[in-house]
């Protein structure tokens, strides 16, 4: 079963461009997360999807990221315009259904964005 | 609101010894799940173990075993027979038990040290 994909690996932008992310989950998995990783933290969650439908962007920044899932499967999170504190792992994840704990999430390799 | 804390922000063990890695948290619902989830150097965030509130067990898987402590509101992973292997960033999480929101703490860096 292929896991998680997600690109690229790395990006280095200059504060104030646009920079976008792609996530391509675990097949069947109804259930897409978008994580923050700030270097020395944990992740942070940013936005939950059901299907297409957004469960959860509470800790989204909706000034300057947004995400889509239009067709229920791949995603992508876009910040425009990107600031320094923007630098981090940007990791995706999928499970099988929403719902608590006992629905496992499985995580992708993440991408690492440097701003300058 | 639900926070997770570690309790080291750096581990190291010998290969083939035990370590353990503590963590605590504060929540005031009484069914929830958490995590320790492993991070080596490729980013990949690697389910470990997971333990449900309501279950008086501790999990356990091979080398890995929790010890929960409910009221003490703590959550400690105890890897035995560590291998170079296990080098890696470990974190506690937190989930709601109808609720996905996975809270993560800091992280402890574990070296294990041939």
């Known amino acids: 079963e292929a896991g998680v994909a997600q690109s690229p690996r790395y990006k280095i932008i200059e504060k104030r461009q646009s920079v976008a992310f792609w996530c391509n989950p675990i097949?069947?998995?109804?259930?897409l997360y978008w994580y923050q990783q700030i270097l020395g933290q944990g992740p942070k969650l940013l936005i939950q999807?059901?299907?297409?439908?957004?469960?959860?962007d509470s800790q989204l920044p909706k000034d300057r990221f947004s995400a889509e899932r239009l067709k229920g499967v791949d995603s992508t999170l876009k910040i425009q315009p990107a600031k320094l504190e923007d630098s981090a792992v940007y990791l995706c994840?999928?499970?099988?259904?929403?719902?608590?704990?006992?629905?496992?999430?499985?995580f992708g390799p993440g991408t690492r964005l440097t701003v300058l | 609101a639900q926070t997770v804390t570690r309790s080291q922000p750096e581990m190291s063990v010998q290969e083939a010894e035990t370590v353990t890695l503590s963590c605590t948290y504060d929540?005031?619902?009484?069914?929830?799940?958490l995590f320790w989830y492993k991070q080596p150097p490729s980013r990949q965030m690697i389910l470990v173990i997971r333990?449900?509130?309501?279950?008086?067990q501790n999990a356990t898987e091979n080398r890995f075993s929790v010890n929960f402590q409910k009221a003490a509101k703590s959550f400690s992973l105890k890897i035995s027979d560590s291998q170079l292997g296990d080098t890696a960033m470990y974190f506690c999480?937190?989930?709601?038990?109808?609720?996905?929101?996975?809270?993560f703490g800091a992280g402890t860096r574990l070296t294990v040290k041939p």
């Open positions: 097949s069947g998995h109804a259930t």
């Open positions: 333990q449900e509130a309501y279950k008086q």
């Open positions: 994840a999928s499970s099988l259904r929403a719902g608590g704990g006992y629905n496992e999430q499985f």
């Open positions: 999480a937190f989930t709601s038990y109808n609720n996905n929101d996975m809270r």
């Open positions: 929540t005031s619902e009484s069914n929830y799940y």
């Open positions: 999807f059901q299907n297409n439908g957004v469960v959860d």
